[in-house]
């Protein structure tokens, strides 16, 4: 591979070795004792000399802002503390995601700890769809409820919150998804991506803004006393929760949101949820919570009950403290999710025959729709994204109905695409933002977004680009290497995993494991390394490696545990071919 010559790999993508200023990497390494290749990564993600410190200790109380710099706070908060003194009762209406349900186990354990009951309540996906409803929230009231807290919906919900207003139920809104110029009649809409709000925090899971609402609470009652007879509440111990929902809804693991998930992950290593203890132990999780294993494993059964299950599982594991309990619902997750698994697998299939048969060079994104369970659709439009690098839209029809969700790519706003579509009466109903979205939209009318959307994307610059962040040698793929990086964690959006080229070296016994992986070694002269290519069969990168026909392998350096033992490997992201 010659340097600084574009070349396209195996998936058409162009590999970029990232350039540094050689003098921005010396002082790193000079001022913190930093290896080379840890002061390069640093340097490559904006880190400098002023903000290394925030970044390599990064301390929720030193970047943690005061939570009535939100608006609306201030009257969530007041009227939540009435409800408290008053005796009413309380209820949290949550989304059936993961950041829906560790928001409403995150407000519900925090109202526990206070000695306040609430209970939570889940709209069924298929049922009731997305958000607050007006059938739920009159049962709420009838119910005796007087106070209910939309977390991760509800900022779009205006008929809703009015019905509730007639029947005297007051709702308070907890969100981060994007807002119009209109806001609901709500008590208070707390939400950092409201149109006019100025909030420099808008990259916060709904879980995040969910825990500056706790911290908020726990002052004004600290300062009204309420403490002086009883125990205050240790706030970081919820931290886990906010680690779990912010990465699993890939928020930007960036400034605060770096600080929640790293100390996050280690109140999750300290056991003290049970829900999320018996769920570990019941899946064989050994090692130390870790950002990937959120993503891809916890998250996902946390997300099955939402999807093909019971909504409320997820958020009733979290909450719970009964072990009897949440054993059970742990083994109810882990059945829906081995279900959705294969569910996923079908559809996917028929949808990726659709893209190819339809797929027209110069496509500027994907809509594909057929007869799928709605709660796989945002699981397919996440792999076709990653498979086509286009913005991805999969359509769910039932009865002259498609509920549709949305993926997108850098430089592709679909929640906004989504709200445009809405003011035009292209679809029902819809919200997002900008790498996720969803809609509701009448069958007739699928043809007519498509052009829409086709006008709308038309002018993005579609380059599918894979960003190095240097050249390694085999024999420099080891542990202590890999202990190195660590010190970047915790990875995400906005804090890539450091991703690296290895040039001239050999595929050695590659072998098909497990439905689609293929494992293999990369050797170069004397030296190998294990290395590993996920869902990789009857894939163009997949045959290369069957064939071992390559010039260069691009990817991540990665440690797997085995019985106890821990070696290192390389993940094969993409392949140069000889040519």
Same mark, same amino acid.
């Given at each position: 591979?010659l340097l600084g010559v574009e070349k396209r790999s195996i998936t058409n993508a ?69 409800a408290i003194n008053n005796g009413e009762k309380i209820a949290i209406f949550g ?209 099955? %009950?939402?999807? /093909? &299950?019971? =909504?409320? +599982?997820? $958020? ?6 009964? @072990?009897?309990?949440? !054993? *059970? ?81 850098? %430089?592709?706003? /679909? &929640?906004? =695409?989504? +709200?445009? $579509? ?6 029902? @109903?819809?919200?997002? !933002? *900008? ?81 689609d992986h293929i494992k293999c070694f990369i050797a170069d002269n004397d030296v ?52």
């Amino acid at each position: 591979m010659l340097l600084g010559v574009e070349k396209r790999s195996i998936t058409n993508a162009l590999w970029k070795l990232q350039e540094v200023d050689q003098r921005e990497i010396l002082t790193l390494t000079q001022r913190f004792e930093l290896p080379e290749i840890l002061a390069r990564t640093l340097v490559i993600r904006g880190v400098n000399v002023e903000s290394a410190v925030n970044f390599l200790y990064p301390l929720i109380r030193s970047l943690l802002p005061d939570p009535f710099h939100l608006l609306g706070m201030d009257k969530a908060i007041l009227r939540i503390i009435r409800a408290i003194n008053n005796g009413e009762k309380i209820a949290i209406f949550g989304d059936y995601d993961v950041d829906g349900a560790t928001s409403s186990a995150l407000i519900n354990r925090y109202l526990k700890a206070v000695g306040i009951h609430s209970i939570i309540y889940i709209p069924d996906r298929v049922n009731e769809g997305y958000g607050l409803n007006v059938d739920a929230l009159l049962q709420l009231k009838k119910n005796g409820v007087n106070l209910c807290i939309s977390v991760d919906c509800g900022t779009l919900a205006y008929q809703p919150i009015e019905d509730a207003k007639n029947f005297d139920l007051d709702i308070i809104v907890v969100d981060h998804h994007l807002g119009t110029e209109k806001l609901p009649n709500a008590v208070a809409v707390v939400n950092p991506n409201r149109i006019d709000e100025s909030s420099p925090y808008n990259n916060l899971a709904a879980v995040g803004v969910s825990f500056l609402l706790i911290v908020a609470l726990n002052k004004s009652l600290r300062e009204q006393g309420f403490f002086i007879s009883k125990k205050e509440p240790d706030l970081f111990d919820l931290l886990d929760l906010v680690a779990l929902g912010t990465v699993c809804d890939v928020m930007q693991i960036t400034g605060l949101n770096r600080a929640f998930v790293l100390q996050g992950l280690k109140v999750m290593s300290a056991r003290k949820n049970v829900g999320l203890r018996i769920l570990f132990d019941a899946l064989g999780i050994l090692e130390k919570p870790s950002v990937s294993r959120l993503v891809f494993n916890i998250g996902p059964c946390i997300n099955a %009950g939402g999807r /093909i &299950g019971e =909504a409320s +599982l997820g $958020a009733r594991l979290l909450s719970t403290d009964d @072990e009897e309990e949440a !054993h *059970s619902i742990a083994l109810k997750l882990i059945s829906f999710n081995n279900a959705r698994k294969m569910m996923e697998n079908e559809a996917l299939l028929e949808a990726t025959i659709q893209v190819e048969s339809s797929m027209q060079s110069g496509a500027s994104f994907i809509m594909v729709r057929g007869d799928w369970h709605q709660g796989i659709i945002g699981i397919i439009a996440s792999r076709l994204k990653e498979q086509f690098h286009l913005p991805t839209i999969v359509i769910s029809l039932n009865n002259g109905i498609g509920k549709a969700s949305c993926r997108s790519i850098p %430089g592709v706003d /679909i &929640g906004a =695409a989504v +709200l445009s $579509a809405k003011f035009t009466n292209l679809i029902i @109903e819809g919200g997002g !933002h *900008s790498m996720a979205a969803g809609f509701s939209i009448k069958e007739d009318k699928i043809n007519d977004l498509h052009s829409f959307f086709t006008k709308r994307f038309t002018n993005f610059i579609n380059d599918k680009v894979l960003k190095a962040d240097g050249i390694v040698t085999v024999k420099a793929i080891n542990l202590s290497l890999w202990n190195q990086l660590q010190r970047l964690e915790p990875f995400g959006v906005g804090n890539p995993e450091p991703r690296f080229i290895i040039q001239g070296a050999k595929i050695k016994k590659p072998e098909v494991v497990g439905v689609d992986h293929i494992k293999c070694f990369i050797a170069d002269n004397d030296v190998m390394v294990r290395a590993i290519a996920f869902r990789s069969v009857n894939t163009r990168l997949g045959s290369a490696i069957m064939q071992g026909n390559v010039e260069a392998v691009l990817g991540k350096i990665s440690v797997n545990y085995w019985n106890g033992n821990e070696f290192v490997q390389f993940l094969i992201e993409d392949i140069l071919t000889i040519r």
